[in-house]
């Protein structure tokens, strides 16, 4: 046996040992996320384990097995998808699970004559009843074509990666993280099937390379794809665990992980100052709680140990940089009266107050510095 046919054996077994104690997991935690993604993993190592039955001749000796597991191959791009959604915490309703699921009943049905003739078939490479029932079946060509089940797994791969380039209304710091994680699982898969196209449109050419091992090598990088699985199992255990809100967990005494501070803070920046939420005047730690979906605790937390200041003080002062932005930028004369309002100051007594606070001058001054002509800046 070659050396890379033991190790996508050694991957397989690896693979199923994996997935039974990751879906022991979920069913032990109720985390439905885990028993997805395990069966997931059962159907990546099934595929392995294929390929090595075709390679070692174990098909030849065992026609009846022929195709007995092939059709399994076609859940691994819906289980995919589901596993996406509900890593995510979203719903994914049983109707639409069945739906993506179907594929696979459908090409074992299809199947059955195979099965049927097969059942019989001696212990022999040339037994097998293929050809003859090829011309009874013409679906058979396109069924069992090396590109069929590729190409409908890339697809649901695509429009997994489709789907995720939707807004998150509320993405919690755990819904960043596993979403990071599915974008480099879905690409490390479309890369192997692009791997796999690419074997076949060029094997000629792959074979003069790589005589004799091409095959091979294009299953060990699946098999990577498992370990690396396993690795990130052992390091980031909360990958495999349940989304929950951040703002439904009661608030802690102690420090944030820093991992999860510094995407918290991330949040709040792209909400406060990239989607310019300080210009709401009655904008609040409530309203900032609700649109990332966590609690308050957690987000005047992070703010108070990252950036040092309370949640008004860090509201206020993207205020005055947007009014200090206004004042150096306008081509027209800049109404002060106007601007406490425009950049979200209910009154101009505390917007003169904070702009002192933040530049170390008043308006007046801030406009004679950067000769900015501004009128109506009496208080």
Partial sequence: MELTTSLILAA????????????????????????????????????????????????????????ATYPMLFTIGPIFL?????????????????????????????????????????????????????????YFSLLLDPLTFPIF????????????????????????????WLKYLA??????????????????????????????????????????????AILQPALFSNVKSVGATKYEKSSLDVQMSQLILKDIKKCIEENEAFLKSAYSLQQLSDDLDISRHRISQVINQEMGVTFLDYLNSCRIDKACEKLQMAGNEVV????????????????????????????????EKYQIGVTSDRV
């Fill in 187 to 232: 690409y490390l898969l479309i890369a192997y099937f692009v791997l796999f196209f690419t074997s076949i449109f060029f094997r000629d050419f792959l074979t003069e390379i790589f005589p004799g091992s091409w095959d091979n090598l294009q299953f060990i990088g699946l098999s990577a794809l498992i370990h690396f699985v396993t690795y990130l």
């Fill in 82 to 138: 589901i596993y996406y959604q509900i890593s995510l915490g979203r719903k994914f309703g049983r109707t639409w699970k069945i739906l993506l699921l179907s594929p696979t009943v459908v090409v074992y049905a299809l199947l059955i004559p195979f099965y049927v003739a097969n059942a019989s078939a001696m212990p022999t490479s040339d037994s097998c009843p293929f050809a003859t029932l090829q011309a009874d079946f013409t």
């Fill in 12 to 67: 397989a077994i690896h693979g199923f040992f994996l997935s039974a104690a990751i879906a022991i997991l979920g069913f032990s935690k109720k985390q439905p996320g885990n028993l997805w993604f395990g069966a997931l993993l059962f159907c990546l190592s099934l595929y392995l384990l294929e390929h090595f039955g075709a390679k070692t001749g174990f098909y030849a000796s065992h026609p009846s097995l022929m195709l």
């Fill in 153 to 180: 797994t890339l697809i649901l791969l695509g429009l997994t990666i489709l789907e995720r380039g939707r807004k998150f209304v509320a993405a919690t710091p755990m819904v960043l993280i596993r979403r990071k």
């Fill in 336 to 367: 002060v009266n106007r601007l406490a309002i425009e950049v979200g100051f209910n009154n101009k007594v505390s917007f003169y107050r904070s702009f002192r606070k933040r530049t170390g001058m008043s308006p007046t001054d801030f406009r």
